[in-house]
């Protein structure tokens, strides 16, 4: 073979090996219990994959150890686009400033598919704390130190993050109760157990209709158009506030770009589809990307130093 040849044969091979792809079944990891937000979207996309793809596209949930298991898993896979994450923040741009001994390092080992959603939580409470606004919890807060709870779905989840930020900066003591998820959270918060927590709409909704849970403030830029009434937390006085939660895809680095560029426009496609659309994305009030590759590496460069301050101002230390 010639040298110009051998250079064609070059160029074409990152081609030839995204035209075959995939060449068997295609493993999405989801490093959270079934049945959340996240899985839910997850199995949507995957299967509106799998018949684009041609084989069989496969959400296994791996919960636990704080997503950190479920993630390595991923970062030690093959580069080859068969074995993907589907995962929220916490195990990209949390767990470097809330978890010791890593055993990978998220940024570098893992290559950004897409920034898929933003997810918009909102303070709740218990009717019973007779709070109106943020400004009226942190009164009852100052008010008796250490007689309100609010529920979390583990330490350094969102909720945690949020009410660590709101105690810091306004010098209130109130008692962080963990719970297993944001079901368990909420379930805890209607019965009186804790007297807030935070959950999107998708979960809360029914509860506010039926005056069984008070939204203070949302989280997001704008306000949810389902409830025009409730301000957002910079509405509110509290934009710090906010742990910007959000959901995106991943495949191991070294996945070659054009393979990862054409993954990302499947899944961007998926999401598309009116079905997602309309029974996943907007009932649930998301803020929807379905990001580039670049688009969503710049996006984690930022969010990494806003968690840094998040976890920074609410003063949780690495365990």
Not at 12 to 24: K, L, V, Y
Not at 26 to 31: D, E, G, K
Not at 46 to 71: D, I, K, Y
Not at 282 to 290: D, E, I, L, M, S
């Amino acid at each position: 073979m010639n040298r110009r040849t051998l250079l064609l044969a070059g160029l074409a091979a990152p081609a030839i090996a995204q035209e075959a792809f995939p060449t068997r079944g295609v493993r999405i990891v989801v490093p959270f219990p079934p049945g959340g937000g996240l899985d839910v979207l997850a199995r949507a996309i995957a299967e509106r994959l799998q018949p684009v793809w041609r084989q069989p596209v496969v959400v296994e949930n791996r919960p636990g150890g704080s997503t950190v298991p479920g993630t390595d898993a991923v970062a030690k896979a093959a580069p080859d686009g068969h074995t993907l994450l589907v995962t929220a923040d916490n195990s990209i741009t949390a767990n470097p400033h809330l978890v010791r001994n890593l055993p990978h390092d998220p940024m570098r080992d893992l290559a950004p598919v897409s920034l898929l959603v933003e997810v918009h939580q909102m303070v709740l409470t218990h009717p019973a704390v007779g709070a109106g606004t943020m400004a009226e919890l942190v009164a009852a807060a100052r008010a008796a130190p250490g007689r309100l709870n609010f529920g979390s779905y583990g330490v350094a989840s969102q909720p945690h993050l949020a009410f660590a930020a709101l105690m810091a900066r306004e010098r209130i003591e109130m008692i962080h109760v963990p719970y297993r998820g944001v079901p368990p959270a909420i379930l805890a918060t209607l019965s009186g157990e804790v007297q807030m927590t935070l959950a999107g709409i998708a979960s809360a909704q029914q509860h506010l209709r039926a005056g069984t849970l008070r939204a203070l403030a949302v989280g997001r830029p704008a306000r949810f158009e389902q409830l025009p009434a409730v301000p957002t937390l910079a509405e509110a006085g509290y934009p710090e506030m906010d742990p910007r939660t959000w959901f995106g895809a991943f495949a191991p680095a070294g996945t070659p770009a054009p393979l990862v560029a054409r993954i990302s426009r499947d899944i961007a496609a998926a999401m598309a589809d009116p079905a997602v659309r309309d029974r996943h994305l907007t009932p649930n009030g998301y803020t929807v990307h379905a990001a580039t590759p670049e688009a969503t590496a710049a996006f984690l460069r930022d969010d990494l130093e806003y968690k840094r301050r998040l976890v920074a101002l609410a003063g949780i230390q690495p365990e």
